[in-house]
T-cell receptor
């Protein structure tokens, strides 16, 4: 089946690193994504990783994938107040079809 | 590249009325998706188009919902006989296709059914 789980809330101090975690159930997932959503707005694609990779870095963002444990994480270095938002993990299941399956989101609060 | 646009941004309607939303994808993106998002949840897939063909529909898409993409460019999502449970954010996304799988989302249409 397809299910994506995330922790509900994370609070960090400005300048610290944030790590947001996600687990998924579909072992045939091909792509995994991180999106950011600010209040009242749509989703902004932050980064994505193909399932045959175990790490991807893009400026302050580092994605780690443990395919054996079906665990995905997003690390934000030097977290800023502007990073406060809801972060969604999503998978593209390996079955035929193109939908994304999203988690319920992690609220990141950055304290100055 | 102006991004995915959606219209209207907000819609308030009375129960039983019909509503229609429009999505304009990023230029030359041949894949278009509709999702629904309720408070405190992630987006849930509704339907997917490749060019003008509707290739996938979720079980969430009841008979009251219909989506079209007549010329393979913009798309419309219509909800007939709206119910209070239809209140949600309706999100549209597009993707270039051709071996790439990023989906870029629009700002959404927030529907409130009173």
């Amino acid at each position: 089946g397809e299910d994506v789980e995330q922790s509900l809330f994370l609070s960090v101090r400005e300048g610290d690193s944030s790590v947001i975690n996600c687990t998924y159930t579909d072992s045939s997932s091909t792509y995994l994504y991180w999106y950011k959503q600010e209040p009242g707005a749509g989703l902004q694609l932050l980064t994505y990783i193909f399932s045959n990779m175990d790490m991807k870095q893009d400026q302050r963002l580092t994605v780690l994938l443990n395919k054996k444990d079906k665990h995905l994480s997003l690390r934000i270095a030097d977290t800023q107040t502007g990073d406060s938002a809801i972060y969604f993990c999503a998978e593209k299941p390996g079955e035929y079809g193109n939908k994304l399956v999203f988690g319920a989101g992690t609220i990141l609060r950055v304290k100055s | 590249d102006t991004g995915v646009s959606q219209d209207p941004r907000h819609k308030i309607t009375k129960r039983g009325q019909n509503v229609t939303f429009r999505c304009d994808p990023i230029s030359e993106h041949n894949r278009l998706y509709w999702y629904r998002q309720t408070l405190g949840q992630g987006p849930e897939f509704l339907t997917y188009f490749q060019n003008e063909a509707q290739l996938e529909k979720s079980r969430l898409l009841s008979d009251r919902f219909s989506a079209e993409r007549p010329k393979g460019s913009f798309s419309t999502l219509e909800i007939q006989r709206t119910e209070q449970g239809d209140s949600a954010m309706y999100l549209c996304a597009s993707s270039p296709g051709r071996g790439t799988y990023e989906q870029y989302f629009g700002p959404g249409t927030r529907l409130t059914v009173t």
